[in-house]
């Protein structure tokens, strides 16, 4: 193997192009970045960089001597637009095709948009540098936020914006806040913890439509009939694999993600991580597709492994974390189904730790403010 190209200049990304380099793979590997600059940690994003407790150059996950050691061809502000498998190819929207032996795809998602309101000035969604800069501008500006989507995003940027003293309701179809990653029971907690910090809930309800006045949205129609005045709106409901480029390559897609075997491998010489990958878990014997900042670390160097001949399985407890006003959770493994038991302190104390089973059988555990314990449970999963 001579050359790789990796397409995705993110966390995934980056993690592949070390492993590579760690495992002793001295050809020629070239990144291709839709991002212009070097990369950088986007959890911060909706916390620290937008409460502006950080500055933006804090976000990076390398410094650029550490990016010039890995003897990287790194291609900034260019898109792949197309891939022949067969004659192993990428062409980048510069119209110039890369040729390689060895292919990793990291491309991650982009927000999922709402079907109308795009075009109003105050409409934002948040993913990038540039989106974190533009939202932290508006709130300087404005004073009230409405949010549409209570997931691990825009639960986040509402509780960052309430204690930066703006007026912020939070919109969401489903009765409680966090709902995907917690489940209704501790979801409500997370609904307390909103109202008593202020922040305005509208669950259980969807968005009919954005309006304006001279280009600028001013109100967030709901379908129940409520209207919310807003100088600025955050779209937080979901994303969209990054795969577009992949029409006609003949590659697998599940609902837009990369569909992986349980060695992340999409095809003969082509690996994917990420985001943008659905693959095989082979503990949980199912196909999964996970958004958070540690699977695509450990799924680059994964993927990057197995691309040089490791062939081994990608079989990670997954974890994610979230920081909203004082709270601190963290989950891991799967966090689903109905046996569920407090195994150390309460809710009602503020300090939990809740164990998931499934057929008797650990399958997750959800650390409220109890992040030392935690440590504790992880070997729990980790059987």
């Known amino acids: 193997m001579q050359h790789i190209v990796v397409v995705g200049g993110g966390a995934a990304a980056v993690s ?31 916390k620290q960089v937008l409460a ?50 060895g292919l990793i795809i990291a491309t991650g998602v982009s927000a999922r948009p709402l079907p109308f309101g795009a075009d109003l000035a105050g409409v934002h969604v948040l993913r990038t540098e540039a989106d974190a800069r533009a939202l932290r501008t508006a709130f300087d500006t404005g004073s009230r936020l409405v949010v549409v989507g209570a997931g691990l995003i825009g639960s986040e940027v509402a509780a960052t914006a309430r204690k930066l003293g703006l007026d912020v309701a939070l919109v969401d179809p489903a009765p409680v806040p966090l709902m995907r990653q917690l489940g209704e029971h501790f979801g409500e907690l997370m609904t307390q913890a909103h109202r008593a910090n202020g922040t305005e809930l509208h669950l259980g309800t969807g968005v009919r439509n954005l309006t304006g006045v001279d280009g600028q949205v001013t109100a967030v129609e709901l379908d129940d009939g409520t209207t919310l005045p807003a ?81 081994q399985p990608f079989s ?11 709270i601190k959770i963290q989950g891991y493994g799967l966090l689903e189904g109905e046996d569920v038991e407090i195994a150390e302190g309460s809710p009602e104390d503020g300090r939990f730790i809740a164990v998931y089973r499934s057929g008797g059988k650990p399958i997750g555990a959800l650390g409220w403010n109890s992040a030392r314990r935690m440590r504790h449970f992880r070997p729990l999963l980790d059987a």
Request: hydrophobic content about 40%; glycine content about 10%; overall charge negative.
């Open 316 to 326: 990670p407890v997954p974890y994610f974390w979230t920081d909203q006003y004082d």
């Open 52 to 101: 502006g407790q950080w500055e933006i150059e804090r976000t990076a996950l390398r410094r650029p001597e550490e990016i010039d050691a890995l003897s990287v061809a790194w291609l900034g502000g260019r898109s792949a637009t197309a891939l022949d498998p067969v004659g192993g190819t990428v062409t980048l929207d510069s119209r110039r095709q890369l040729a390689y032996d």
């Open 16 to 46: 592949a192009v070390e492993a590579l380099r760690q495992d002793s793979f001295t050809g020629e590997i070239t990144l291709v970045s839709a991002e212009s600059g070097l990369p950088y940690d986007r959890p911060p994003l909706s």
């Open 231 to 311: 100088d600025c709106v955050l779209v937080a409901v979901g994303s969209v694999p990054s795969t577009d480029w992949l029409a006609g390559s003949g590659l697998g897609l599940d609902r837009g993600a990369l569909v992986c075997d349980q060695y992340c491998q999409a095809a003969p010489g082509i690996y994917a991580a990420g985001d943008v990958a659905a693959w095989q878990h082979p503990g949980y014997g199912r196909r999964l597709r996970i958004e958070h900042r540690t699977n695509a670390t450990e799924q680059g160097r994964a993927a990057a492994r197995n691309l040089l001949g490791a062939e």
